[in-house]
């Protein structure tokens, strides 16, 4: 029998949130079904992007928003 897996639960079984029923069942899936490692592999690939963001500001850009701010100053 062929069973097929929706996205999102690809997804919550690259993060580790799935019940270990469930995520053997994934793993055994991956094995025997090329197209659905490929998908698989490429949620990874998304994921990894993802993480590698910045998630902060450059400190240039603060640096030029607090010059900018200190023009509207009321001495």
Do not use: G, W
């Not at 929706?6 to 029923?21: D, V």
């Not at 640096?63 to 009321?74: A, E, G, K, P, Q």
Request: net charge neutral.
């Amino acid at each position: 029998m062929i069973k097929t897996f929706t996205h999102e639960k690809l997804i919550r079984y690259l993060y580790n949130e799935l019940p270990a029923n469930e995520q053997q069942e994934i793993e055994q899936a991956l094995l025997h079904d090329p197209k659905l490692a490929s998908t698989c592999a490429d949620l990874l690939l998304a994921q990894r992007c993802l993480n590698d963001l910045r998630t902060t500001p450059r400190k240039e850009v603060t640096d030029s928003i607090l010059r900018y701010s200190r023009t509207f100053l009321v001495p």
